[in-house]
């Protein structure tokens, strides 16, 4: 059964910085592209971050460029996002997915159960 675990996630201040991983139950994991997404309550998930197959190839949301960070560690089938300067509008539930065919935005096989992140001002 293929899981994604995420963790990493807390409560923090605003200025903050936090770590999130997803570890990967999947065979052949550099074969998948991965993101982040978040979801606010009361609002739409959004994307957050990509990194494809290569790592030379990542992606972020215009909300996030310049503080956060997604990178991959194949051999431990991880991926993780650096998340810095946090603000309160960064506030949400942090899911992880990964596709074979994925591009930033779309084409996800599975998804993670999300780790939680809250900002305070």
């Known amino acids: 059964q293929v899981q994604l675990v995420e963790s990493g996630g807390g409560l923090v201040q605003a200025g903050d910085s936090l770590r999130l991983s997803c570890a990967a139950s999947?065979?052949?994991?550099?074969?998948?592209?991965t993101g982040w997404f978040r979801q606010a309550p009361g609002k739409e998930r959004e994307f957050v971050s990509y990194?494809?197959?290569?790592?030379?190839?990542?992606f972020y949301a215009t909300a996030v460029k310049g503080r956060f960070t997604i990178s991959r560690d194949n051999a431990k089938n991880t991926v993780y996002l650096q998340m810095n300067s946090l603000k309160p509008e960064d506030t949400g539930l942090y899911y992880c997915?990964?596709?074979?065919?994925?591009?930033?935005?779309?084409?996800?096989?599975?998804w993670g159960q999300g780790t939680q992140v809250t900002v305070s001002s």
């Open positions: 997915a990964a596709g074979i065919g994925a591009v930033p935005q779309r084409g996800y096989d599975y």
């Open positions: 999947l065979r052949s994991f550099d074969a998948y592209g």
């Open positions: 990194i494809g197959m290569s790592e030379g190839s990542t």
